[in-house]
């Protein structure tokens, strides 16, 4: 047993206990749910790998991780490639990138593996925490189709200045990758192939020449 610190500083064997009356502040302990002597509980949930003390939220360890995650363990599986688990409703319905959680989510910066805010899988397949484009490769995170639609009425209801209204410019566009030559507009440039929004200017601005 190691020699306990007494209040001033001094070590000896027999000085007095600090933290419960089962603990020897200084001695090698095994880490266990519950007390030997008094049965005390110390946490609802208990892991022996990770030593891991918490309320019951449906913990569960999963060796392939490393950790545990935040349960029920039913809800989810262990995807090899990704080296992550993920809901059950993506099991063969997701885009697979080798060890993808192993990063920083690119937005808020924090570690994706273990971080307890749930990681958004996008159709691109990598993970972020919030955010509705994904900042790596540029695609959309979600279903956009309802904004785009409200966002065709408000350019509808937002007419461009006379001297811009014949203005052209070539796009590309980020969901799709397509690109195409779409009328110029402050509010946003609509895909001709998708009919997305998520678009980014390819090329300068030009007015046609017959409306010159």
């Not at 007494?6 to 600090?18: H, I, K, M, S, V």
């Not at 030997?36 to 110390?42: D, G, V």
């Not at 790998?49 to 360890?61: E, M, P, V």
Request: with cysteine; glycine share 8%; proline share 3%.
């Amino acid at each position: 047993m190691a020699a306990l610190v007494g209040e001033d500083g001094a070590r000896g064997p027999e000085q007095g206990r600090r933290g419960c009356e089962h603990y020897d502040r200084g001695c090698l302990l095994k880490a266990q749910q519950t007390c030997e002597e008094c049965s005390t509980l110390f946490g609802e949930y208990y892991c022996s790998i990770c030593h891991l003390f918490d309320k019951d939220k449906k913990q569960y360890h999963c060796e392939n991780c490393g950790i545990c995650r935040i349960g029920p363990k039913e809800d989810f599986f262990h995807c090899l490639k990704c080296n992550l688990c993920l809901a059950m409703n993506l099991q063969g319905k997701h885009k697979c990138i080798e060890n993808v959680s192993r990063q920083n989510c690119p937005i808020c910066l924090e570690d994706i593996h273990t971080s307890r805010v749930v990681a958004h899988v996008l159709p691109c397949g990598h993970l972020l925490h919030r955010g509705y484009r994904c900042p790596l490769c540029m695609h959309s995170a979600l279903d956009m189709t309802r904004y785009w639609r409200q966002l065709d009425d408000e350019v509808a209801q937002t007419p461009m200045p006379s001297e811009y209204q014949n203005m052209t410019v070539d796009i590309l566009c980020n969901d799709c990758n397509g690109r195409s030559t779409v009328q110029f507009h402050i509010l946003g440039m609509k895909c001709n192939i998708c009919e997305s929004y998520n678009t980014a200017q390819a090329g300068g601005c030009r007015i046609s020449l017959d409306q010159q």
